[in-house]
C-alpha cells in the first residue's frame, strides 16, 4: 500500500471496525435477541455466495419479488431485470454486502468474508467510474449510499485473512473513486432539495473523513446541515410526502451522527439541527401504525420502523422515542453501536405517548389513536402538499385501524416504470378520497411529474372531549370553479363520520373512493356494507343529500412493497347531481342504525333542504347521536338549527341524545 491508502486504512480500523472480542459479543446478543434478523442475513449471505440477488431486506428502497442468479464469475453489474432500471440501482447499492459481514461475524465461516471480497473486487474490476454509467451503475444517490454500506460491510470482515493489503489497498480506492464522483456532483440544487443530496452526503461525508480529503469533508458537512433546513417542514416531516423517503433521510441523519460521534466531529450539527433531526424521529413515532409500520403514502411500502426508533432514541438520548421502538436495541443497532450500547439504551426510561390526536400541520397530516399496543384503532387523515415526484394525488385521503388491523388502506406504489400500473397507484382513484365525474383532479405528466399542482387548503383539527373533528379542502377542480371539501368527525374510535362536498357549478357526478385492506372481506345489504377482517367487524352507510347512496363493490390493486401486487377489496359511493355525500363507518358491536333526519331551525320554525343541511341519528356502539351538516355560512334565518330537540348555532355540530341536558357541542362554527 502506498503511505496515503496505509493512512486511510489505518484510520478506518482504529475508528470503525470493531475488535474480534465485540464482534463475538454483537454476534452472540443477535442471536439471542433477534433471531429471525439472524436467519435473514444468512440467507441472503448464502444466496450471494450462489450469485443469487434477491433484494427483501427491510429497508431495500426497490424490493424484488423473483430472484435473478448469474454464473460463477459472471455477475452483470449493469443487468435489468425486466423493463425496471430499479434493479440496477438496488443491485448497485451493495446493502446485502453487510449480511455477508454479519453472516461471517456469526459463523465464523470465511466463505462469506471470502465473497465479499470476491464480489467487492469484481465490482471493481468491472465498474470503474465512466461518464456512460453515470445513470446507471454510478448514479450519485447510489453511489453515496453504496460508499457507507462498503465501510459497514468491510468493518465485519476487515478481520478476515481474505483481506489482504493489496484487498485493503483495492477498498481504499474504491472509496476515493466514490469521492470523486460525490465531491464533484454538480447538481447542486437537485441535492439540496431531494432526498438524493442528503444520501449522496452522508456517503462522502464518511468516507471523505477516512480519506482525509478536507474539502470534501467540509463540502459534505455543508449539505447534510443546509438540507436539514431546507427539507424538514416545520412538523418533523421530509417534505417529498412519502413515508419511506422521509424515513430513509432520517435514517441517513443517524448514520451520520453515528460517524461524527466516531471521528469526534462535535461541531457538525448546532442544537437547531439537532432539533430538526429530532423532529424528523418524532414525526416517524407520530405516523406509526399499530403494526408499527410507517404508512404507506405516496411512494412507501409497509416497513416497520421500530428499529429507526430505536436507534433515534439511543443517539438523541429520547424516552418516547424508545416507547415507539424496541424494548433492547434494535438488530441492526447492535451490529453498529455494540452490546455496550444495549446496556446503555436498556437504562433509558421509556416514556410513552398518551393516546389521542396529533396534527403534523405543514404536512397536513391528522392521526387518532385509542393507543400505542398492537390492538390500538388508529385513524389517519391527510391534505397537504404534492411534494414532488414521490407524492400521489391522495389530498383528503382517510385511512383506518380497527383493533390492530387495517381497514381502509392506501394502495402503495408497486413500480417506478412508464406503466399503466404507476399511474392507476399514483391517481385520485387508488385513494380514499372525493371526486368529481370520476375525473382526476391531476393527471400524471409522466412517472415524476403532473399536469397541474392544486393547492390544499389549511386543514382545520378541532377536539373536544371525545368528538375530534377535521375538515380540509383542495383545489384541484378549481378549473371547473369547484372546491372540493372534507368534513371528518370521530366519535372516540367507534364511529367515524365523512361528509363530502363540492363547491361551485354541480358536477354530474360525484363519488367518495374506498380501498380497503386485503384481508377485509365486505359484503352488500340494503344500500349499505358490513365488513370484517381477522379481528375487526363494522359497518359503513351512505348518503347522498340525505337520502341512502349508491355503493358498488369491486377490487383493485394493492402493493405493500415495491414488485408486489394483489387485488383488495374497493367500495365506490356515487350520486348524480352534485349532492352532498356522507358516509358513516361503525364497529358492529352492536347493531349500527343511521337515520337520516330533516334539520330544523327553531327561531324561525323553518325545516331546512337537504343541500341546505343534513341531518343524522346514529345508534351504533351502545351510543345515540345527533349529528348536524350545515352547508353554509350560519345567518339568514338559518341559525339555531339542530334535530331532536338540540339546537345549536355551528355548521357541524354532535349531540349526545342519552346527556342531560340535550346540548349540542359545535366542531365548526
Given at each position: 500500500?502506498?503511505?496515503?491508502?496505509?493512512?486511510?486504512?489505518?484510520?478506518?480500523?482504529?475508528?470503525?471496525?470493531?475488535?474480534?472480542?465485540?464482534?463475538?459479543?454483537?454476534?452472540?446478543?443477535?442471536?439471542?435477541?433477534?433471531?429471525?434478523?439472524?436467519?435473514?442475513?444468512?440467507?441472503?449471505?448464502?444466496?450471494?455466495?450462489?450469485?443469487?440477488?434477491?433484494?427483501?431486506?427491510?429497508?431495500?428502497?426497490?424490493?424484488?419479488?423473483?430472484?435473478?442468479?448469474?454464473?460463477?464469475?459472471?455477475?452483470?453489474?449493469?443487468?435489468?431485470?425486466?423493463?425496471?432500471?430499479?434493479?440496477?440501482?438496488?443491485?448497485?447499492?451493495?446493502?446485502?454486502?453487510?449480511?455477508?459481514?454479519?453472516?461471517?461475524?456469526?459463523?465464523?465461516?470465511?466463505?462469506?468474508?471470502?465473497?465479499?471480497?470476491?464480489?467487492?473486487?469484481?465490482?471493481?474490476?468491472?465498474?470503474?467510474?465512466?461518464?456512460?454509467?453515470?445513470?446507471?451503475?454510478?448514479?450519485?444517490?447510489?453511489?453515496?449510499?453504496r460508499a457507507d454500506y462498503w465501510v459497514r460491510a468491510m468493518a465485519l470482515c476487515a478481520h478476515s485473512p481474505a483481506v489482504t493489503d493489496e484487498v485493503a489497498a483495492r477498498f481504499i480506492d474504491g472509496l476515493a473513486a466514490h469521492a470523486d464522483r460525490l465531491g464533484q456532483n454538480k447538481k447542486t440544487g437537485f441535492s439540496y432539495k431531494s432526498n438524493w443530496g442528503v444520501m449522496e452526503y452522508t456517503g462522502l461525508y464518511v468516507i471523505a473523513w477516512l480519506l482525509g480529503r478536507e474539502d470534501d469533508f467540509e463540502r459534505a458537512r455543508h449539505f447534510l446541515r443546509e438540507d436539514l433546513h431546507i427539507q424538514i417542514m416545520d412538523d418533523g416531516m421530509q417534505w417529498e410526502a412519502s413515508c419511506m423517503y422521509h424515513n430513509e433521510v432520517l435514517a441517513s441523519y443517524l448514520e451520520v451522527l453515528r460517524a461524527a460521534r466516531l471521528f469526534g466531529d462535535d461541531t457538525l450539527f448546532g442544537e437547531e439541527e439537532l432539533a430538526l433531526i429530532s423532529k424528523a424521529a418524532h414525526a416517524t413515532l407520530a405516523l406509526k401504525t399499530p403494526a408499527h409500520c410507517?404508512?404507506?403514502?405516496?411512494?412507501?411500502?409497509?416497513?416497520?420502523?421500530?428499529?429507526?426508533?430505536?436507534?433515534?432514541?439511543?443517539?438523541?438520548?429520547?424516552?418516547?422515542?424508545?416507547?415507539?421502538?424496541?424494548?433492547?436495541?434494535?438488530?441492526?443497532?447492535?451490529?453498529?453501536?455494540?452490546?455496550?450500547?444495549?446496556?446503555?439504551?436498556?437504562?433509558?426510561?421509556?416514556?410513552?405517548?398518551?393516546?389521542?390526536?396529533?396534527?403534523?400541520?405543514?404536512?397536513?397530516?391528522?392521526?387518532?389513536?385509542?393507543?400505542?399496543?398492537?390492538?390500538?384503532?388508529?385513524?389517519?387523515?391527510?391534505?397537504?402538499?404534492?411534494?414532488?415526484?414521490?407524492?400521489?394525488?391522495?389530498?383528503?385521503?382517510?385511512?383506518?385501524?380497527?383493533?390492530?388491523?387495517?381497514?381502509?388502506?392506501?394502495?402503495?406504489?408497486?413500480?417506478?416504470?412508464?406503466?399503466?400500473?404507476?399511474?392507476?397507484?399514483?391517481?385520485?382513484?387508488?385513494?380514499?378520497?372525493?371526486?368529481?365525474?370520476?375525473?382526476?383532479?391531476?393527471?400524471?405528466?409522466?412517472?415524476?411529474?403532473?399536469?397541474?399542482?392544486?393547492?390544499?387548503?389549511?386543514?382545520?383539527?378541532?377536539?373536544?372531549?371525545?368528538?375530534?373533528?377535521?375538515?380540509?379542502?383542495?383545489?384541484?377542480?378549481?378549473?371547473?370553479?369547484?372546491?372540493?371539501?372534507?368534513?371528518?368527525?370521530?366519535?372516540?374510535?367507534?364511529?367515524?363520520?365523512?361528509?363530502?362536498?363540492?363547491?361551485?357549478?354541480?358536477?354530474?357526478?360525484?363519488?367518495?373512493?374506498?380501498?380497503?385492506?386485503?384481508?377485509?372481506?365486505?359484503?352488500?345489504?340494503?344500500?349499505?356494507?358490513?365488513?370484517?377482517?381477522?379481528?375487526?367487524?363494522?359497518?359503513?352507510?351512505?348518503?347522498?343529500?340525505?337520502?341512502?347512496?349508491?355503493?358498488?363493490?369491486?377490487?383493485?390493486?394493492?402493493?405493500?412493497?415495491?414488485?408486489?401486487?394483489?387485488?383488495?377489496?374497493?367500495?365506490?359511493?356515487?350520486?348524480?347531481?352534485?349532492?352532498?355525500?356522507?358516509?358513516?363507518?361503525?364497529?358492529?358491536?352492536?347493531?349500527?342504525?343511521?337515520?337520516?333526519?330533516?334539520?330544523?331551525?327553531?327561531?324561525?320554525?323553518?325545516?331546512?333542504?337537504?343541500?341546505?343541511?343534513?341531518?343524522?341519528?346514529?345508534?351504533?356502539?351502545?351510543?345515540?347521536?345527533?349529528?348536524?351538516?350545515?352547508?353554509?355560512?350560519?345567518?339568514?334565518?338559518?341559525?339555531?338549527?339542530?334535530?331532536?330537540?338540540?339546537?345549536?348555532?355551528?355548521?357541524?355540530?354532535?349531540?349526545?341524545?342519552?346527556?342531560?341536558?340535550?346540548?349540542?357541542?359545535?366542531?365548526?362554527?
Open positions: 500500500m502506498t503511505s496515503e491508502q496505509n493512512a486511510a486504512w489505518r484510520r478506518f480500523l482504529d475508528t470503525m471496525v470493531p475488535s474480534r472480542e465485540a464482534l463475538a459479543q454483537r454476534a452472540a446478543l443477535c442471536r439471542a435477541l433477534w433471531p429471525a434478523d439472524c436467519t435473514l442475513a444468512e440467507k441472503t449471505a448464502e444466496e450471494l455466495r450462489n450469485n443469487i440477488f434477491l433484494f427483501q431486506l427491510p429497508w431495500d428502497m426497490e424490493q424484488t419479488q423473483k430472484p435473478v442468479q448469474f454464473p460463477a464469475g459472471k455477475i452483470d453489474w449493469g443487468y435489468m431485470a425486466g423493463d425496471d432500471q430499479e434493479f440496477i440501482f438496488q443491485m448497485n447499492r451493495h446493502r446485502y454486502w453487510i449480511s455477508l459481514g454479519q453472516a461471517y461475524a456469526l459463523t465464523g465461516d470465511e466463505a462469506y468474508a471470502e465473497c465479499f471480497v470476491a464480489q467487492l473486487l469484481d465490482w471493481l474490476d468491472k465498474e470503474p467510474w465512466r461518464d456512460e454509467a453515470a445513470n446507471t451503475t454510478w448514479r450519485t444517490l447510489d453511489a453515496g449510499l410507517q404508512p404507506m403514502t405516496g411512494d412507501s411500502d409497509r416497513t416497520d420502523v421500530r428499529d429507526l426508533l430505536s436507534e433515534a432514541a439511543l443517539l438523541l438520548g429520547d424516552g418516547a422515542l424508545k416507547a415507539g421502538g424496541y424494548a433492547r436495541l434494535d438488530y441492526e443497532s447492535i451490529w453498529l453501536f455494540g452490546a455496550e450500547a444495549d446496556k446503555r439504551y436498556r437504562a433509558l426510561p421509556a416514556v410513552p405517548g398518551a393516546p389521542g390526536a396529533v396534527h403534523l400541520e405543514a404536512s397536513g397530516q391528522v392521526v387518532l389513536r385509542s393507543g400505542w399496543d398492537e390492538k390500538a384503532d388508529w385513524l389517519y387523515f391527510k391534505n397537504g402538499p404534492l411534494g414532488g415526484g414521490h407524492g400521489h394525488q391522495d389530498k383528503l385521503h382517510v385511512g383506518l385501524w380497527l383493533d390492530g388491523e387495517e381497514v381502509l388502506a392506501d394502495a402503495g406504489r408497486f413500480t417506478y416504470t412508464d406503466t399503466p400500473e404507476r399511474y392507476a397507484l399514483k391517481a385520485a382513484a387508488s385513494h380514499n378520497v372525493p371526486m368529481a365525474d370520476a375525473c382526476e383532479f391531476s393527471d400524471s405528466a409522466d412517472s415524476w411529474t403532473y399536469r397541474a399542482l392544486p393547492q390544499a387548503t389549511p386543514n382545520r383539527v378541532v377536539q373536544k372531549g371525545e368528538y375530534l373533528f377535521i375538515e380540509g379542502a383542495h383545489t384541484g377542480y378549481a378549473d371547473r370553479g369547484l372546491l372540493v371539501c372534507r368534513r371528518v368527525l370521530a366519535v372516540g374510535t367507534d364511529i367515524f363520520l365523512i361528509n363530502d362536498t363540492f363547491v361551485g357549478p354541480a358536477p354530474g357526478e360525484v363519488s367518495q373512493q374506498f380501498l380497503f385492506a386485503p384481508d377485509i372481506r365486505l359484503t352488500a345489504k340494503e344500500g349499505a356494507l358490513t365488513g370484517h377482517g381477522k379481528a375487526c367487524r363494522f359497518a359503513m352507510h351512505s348518503f347522498a343529500a340525505g337520502a341512502p347512496a349508491d355503493i358498488a363493490l369491486g377490487s383493485a390493486p394493492f402493493s405493500a412493497h415495491y414488485n408486489l401486487l394483489e387485488e383488495a377489496a374497493s367500495a365506490r359511493v356515487r350520486a348524480e347531481g352534485g349532492a352532498s355525500l356522507t358516509t358513516v363507518l361503525a364497529r358492529t358491536d352492536t347493531p349500527v342504525r343511521i337515520t337520516p333526519t330533516p334539520v330544523h331551525n327553531d327561531a324561525y320554525g323553518l325545516t331546512l333542504r337537504p343541500d341546505e343541511a343534513e341531518g343524522y341519528v346514529i345508534e351504533a356502539c351502545g351510543r345515540r347521536l345527533a349529528v348536524v351538516l350545515l352547508h353554509h355560512d350560519v345567518g339568514n334565518q338559518q341559525d339555531c338549527n339542530g334535530i331532536c330537540g338540540a339546537y345549536g348555532l355551528g355548521r357541524t355540530m354532535v349531540c349526545d341524545l342519552d346527556a342531560q341536558p340535550r346540548r349540542m357541542t359545535v366542531l365548526q362554527w
